[in-house]
């Protein structure tokens, strides 16, 4: 599964390779990825680096689950409030 899933993501900005590694789907990040994108934000953003107001007064489901290597793991997405 993971084969097909590497052969299948397009690698593009920020994402630099895909690589199947057993049962396991490796991911690199662009190395200017932080420098062009993530720290220009966070210097912006200044002491409220992180913060926001969407969600804010609604209810958010958090499905922990533990891992439990005698089962598979379902694969799951969550939709964004």
Known sequence: ????????IAVRPPIATVKAQGPYLNF????????????PRYSGAGQHYGQWKEGR????????LQPNIAR????TTSARL
Do not use: Q, Y
């Not at 598979?72 to 694969?75: E, G, I, K, L, Q």
């Open 1 to 8: 599964m993971a084969g097909t899933l590497a052969e299948t």
């Open 28 to 39: 690199t990040l662009d190395d200017g990825f932080l420098g062009r994108d993530v720290l």
């Open 57 to 64: 007064g609604k209810k958010v489901v958090n499905r922990l």
């Open 72 to 75: 598979s793991w379902p694969c």
